[in-house]
């Protein structure tokens, strides 16, 4: 069984990658040379476009995301019970916890010098590059926080929620914004959204996409697309799978949704979807494009349902 695959563009082609845990995210770094593959019990792996190197976090945590710094000299993990650290050179440097939530998006402010960090029970955290403190932010929170990116010229983060009712909360939050002080809450919603993706263009057109059901019941993908001055909303019926995860082709005007029993699709910036065949029934994560655009490394993963991605 193929614990990852790599889309082309057109089709699926199974990796031959051997991981003792299941593995949970991808980041590539900037300029295309390596992605850092993270997992289960602090697994982690570098691929450098060849071979797989086995890497040691110092951690038995879940890790659930990474991103790199612009400069791609430094990458930050996430994972449970808070664990924040930090990749520089060959060196993982645990950093001081700041929440005791499981943890799991990282997103760097285009200027470098900052990380955003969310996680569990609405928890945003602070990365200084230059003091090497996390800290809390204050804010507008009330449930899980699934999915962060920011803007491209670093005016602000969009972040995508689960926005529970379960939670008490009867018209929760299911997308926030942050501009590295403060987060607050964007659009309160009378379906139970679970918002797992959030990605821009270079040119500043954004896509939110996840799961939802209706206050009929009714369960739909859904992609929310901006332009740079309107949000517009699509929506598909959930029976071939749940979407648990997406993100634009760099450099294109589409973006690839994943999800549940192999579901695959590709959605345009004006939000009609396409069915393509991923030829397997596997639930996949991502996906991970390169940075030019050329290729997308999606992950196997778990066989239930994906709340934990």
């Avoid at 993270?38 to 951690?59: Q, V």
């Avoid at 955290?125 to 920011?150: K, N, Q, V, W």
Wanted: with cysteine; net charge neutral; hydrophobic share 40%.
């Amino acid at each position: 069984m193929a614990a990852a695959y790599e889309f082309g563009g057109t089709g699926f082609r199974a990796l031959d990658w051997q991981s003792r845990r299941a593995l949970r995210w991808a980041a590539w770094r900037p300029d295309g040379s390596a992605a850092l593959l993270l997992g289960n019990a602090g697994s982690a792996l570098l691929f450098d476009g060849n071979g797989l190197d086995t890497l040691d976090t110092g951690t038995r945590q879940n890790l659930r995301g990474a991103a790199w710094a612009p400069d791609g000299t430094m990458a930050l993990l996430a994972g449970n019970r808070g664990a924040v650290i930090a990749l520089e050179g060959e060196a993982f440097r645990p950093l001081a916890p700041a929440t005791s939530e499981n943890l799991r998006r990282v997103a760097w402010h285009s200027g470098g010098d900052y990380a955003l960090v969310i996680g569990n029970a609405g928890a945003v955290l602070r990365y200084d590059r230059r003091s090497g403190e996390l800290a809390p932010l204050p804010g507008d929170r009330a449930h899980t926080l699934r999915s962060i990116a920011f803007r491209p010229d670093g005016a602000y983060a969009l972040v995508g929620a689960y926005a529970s009712r379960w939670a008490g909360y009867p018209r929760p939050h299911a997308l926030y914004r942050c501009d590295g002080r403060y987060l607050q809450g964007l659009l309160a919603t009378d379906d139970e959204d679970d918002f797992v993706a959030v990605d821009w263009t270079r040119d500043g057109r954004a896509l939110v996409c996840g799961y939802s059901t209706r206050g009929d019941g009714a369960g739909v993908n859904k992609a929310l697309l901006y332009d740079g001055s309107t949000w517009n909303t699509s929506t598909r019926p959930a029976d071939g799978g749940i979407v648990l995860g997406g993100a634009w082709q760099p450099g294109g005007d589409r973006a690839l949704l994943v999800g549940e029993a192999g579901l695959l699709l590709r959605i345009d910036s004006k939000g009609g979807f396409e069915d393509l065949d991923s030829g397997t029934h596997d639930n996949l994560i991502g996906p991970f494009w390169r940075p030019d655009g050329a290729s997308a490394i999606v992950l196997k993963g778990p066989g239930d349902r994906v709340y934990t991605v």
